[in-house]
C-alpha cells in the first residue's frame, strides 16, 4: 500500500484546473515512454469538473488522443445515451471534443445492450474484456492503469463500492454488478478494489463541505469496508486531490498548505 499524497486547492474550480493539467502531463509521460496511455474515469461533479477543465486546456493538444485507452470506474446500469450515466456525461465534458480511436473508448455496458437487464452478465462481460487488454507486464486481469481516477462520495463510496455492501467486499472479481446501491439508480457496475489497486496511480477527488466529513475518515486510519475510500490505492501513487472545503475536517498536520 502507497501511503497517500494530499494536494489541497483553494476551491473546486482551481481543483478541477490543476487537475486537468495534472492528468496531461501523465499521459503526455506515459505516451512518450510507452507508446500509448491508459486513464480510468470517474463520473460525478468532480469527475465531470475535471474532463470540462481538460476540454478547456490549451495544453489538451499535447495530448495524442488516438493512442489513449479510456475506461471507466463504475456506471448506472441504465439505456445507451441516458444523461446520467457516466459515459454520457464524459462525451458532453469531453469526449466528443478530441480526436479518440472508438476502439480504445471501453465504455461499460448499457441495460439496453446485449446482456439486457442481466447486470452480473454484463459485469462479466466488462471483465473479460479488462482481462483481454491486459499484458504479460500487467501481471495481472486488468491493464496496469497510468491513473485511475475516483471521486469520493459523502458517505466515503468510490466508484460503486458502497460502505457494508457486498462489492466492496469483493476479493477475487475485478468487476461487479451491483444491487441495491444507496443511491439511485441502485442497479450499476463497479469495478472492485482488487481492480483499483491495479493502477500505477489512484487520484481521488473531493471538493465541497459535504467531503470533508468523508475525507478525514477515509484518511484517518477508518477500515475499506466502512469507508471504501480508505481501500482506494495505487501500486506507486496514491494521491488525494482535494479542494479547502474538503479538507477542513483534516488534521493540519496532515496537508501541505494550498498549492494554489
Known amino acids: 500500500m502507497t501511503p497517500p499524497q494530499l494536494v489541497v486547492h483553494r476551491d473546486k474550480e482551481l481543483m478541477a484546473q490543476a487537475a486537468a493539467a495534472r492528468l496531461i502531463t501523465r499521459i503526455v509521460d506515459a505516451q512518450a515512454a510507452r507508446g500509448h496511455a491508459s486513464v ?6 468532480n469527475g465531470n469538473g475535471l474532463l470540462a477543465a481538460l476540454a478547456a486546456a490549451p495544453a489538451r493538444d499535447a495530448v495524442d488522443w488516438t493512442r489513449l485507452d479510456l475506461w471507466w470506474g463504475d456506471e448506472r446500469f441504465l439505456p445507451e445515451g ?26 461499460m455496458p448499457a441495460s439496453d445492450g446485449p446482456y439486457g437487464k442481466n447486470v452480473d452478465d ?5 471483465a473479460a474484456e479488462l482481462a483481454a487488454a491486459a499484458g504479460p507486464e500487467d501481471h495481472g486481469r486488468v491493464p496496469s492503469f497510468d491513473v485511475l ?3 469520493v462520495g459523502p458517505d466515503t463510496h468510490v466508484a460503486s463500492l458502497f460502505p ?3 462489492a466492496v467486499r469483493e476479493t ?17 457496475i463497479s469495478l472492485t478494489l482488487p481492480a483499483i489497486r491495479a493502477a500505477r496511480e489512484v487520484w481521488l477527488l473531493a471538493a465541497g463541505e459535504d467531503k470533508a466529513e468523508a475525507a478525514a475518515i477515509a484518511l484517518s486510519g477508518a477500515g475499506e469496508i466502512q469507508a471504501p475510500a480508505a481501500g482506494a490505492y495505487g501500486r506507486s501513487r496514491t494521491l488525494w486531490l482535494l479542494d479547502a472545503a474538503a479538507a477542513s475536517q483534516l488534521p493540519r498536520a496532515l496537508y501541505p498548505p494550498a498549492s494554489a
Request: cysteine-free; hydrophobic content about 40%.
Open 40 to 45: 480510468v474515469l470517474t463520473g460525478g461533479r
Open 82 to 107: 441516458d444523461p446520467e450515466r457516466n459515459v454520457t456525461q464524459a462525451r458532453e465534458a469531453l469526449l466528443d471534443a478530441v480526436e479518440l480511436d472508438p476502439a480504445r473508448v471501453h465504455a
Open 122 to 126: 454484463a459485469a462479466a462481460a466488462y
Open 149 to 151: 481516477m475516483l471521486g
Open 164 to 166: 457494508e455492501l457486498p
Open 172 to 188: 477475487e472479481r475485478t468487476v461487479v454488478g451491483v444491487h441495491g446501491a444507496p443511491k439511485p439508480p441502485p442497479v450499476r
